[in-house]
């Protein structure tokens, strides 16, 4: 069984809007990136995201973009340690997280957010459950943020 999930949500304003709050790093910061983000998602770049509850900045590779439609990104799998005998470089590896921003017929943008690769291990398994609580989370704060400018994450986890 292939681990993965999609989750998805309506935001009420235009695509171009919806997109910039993604894809700006300073609008990021302002509801999602509790620690800040370093870098315009864009094509080819790797940037650096910070949350509170995960501290220490981390890459995110940007592997395509395109505006007001798409962003596939890369990051490091949060699968816990190295298990006893593994390297640490066969124990890392990278899931794989694909935003789409479908505008719909009233004005509103519909934004679906998936994420795949992770190992078929009992660590893989919670690290895939724990991503979807993060990126249902990230669509609650993306749609209060750019609908009323409230900050939901401000001081939640930390």
Known sequence: MELKFKVSGRIARPVEDVFEAVADPAKLSAYFTTGGAVGRLETGATVQWDFADFPGAFPVEVVEVEPNRRIVLRWQANDGPPKDGQATAAAAYMTTVTFTFEPLDDGRT???????????TPTGLKAAFGNCQGWSQMLAALKVWVEHGINLREGFYV
């Open 110 to 120: 519909l934004v679906t957010i998936e994420e795949s690769g992770w190992r078929e």
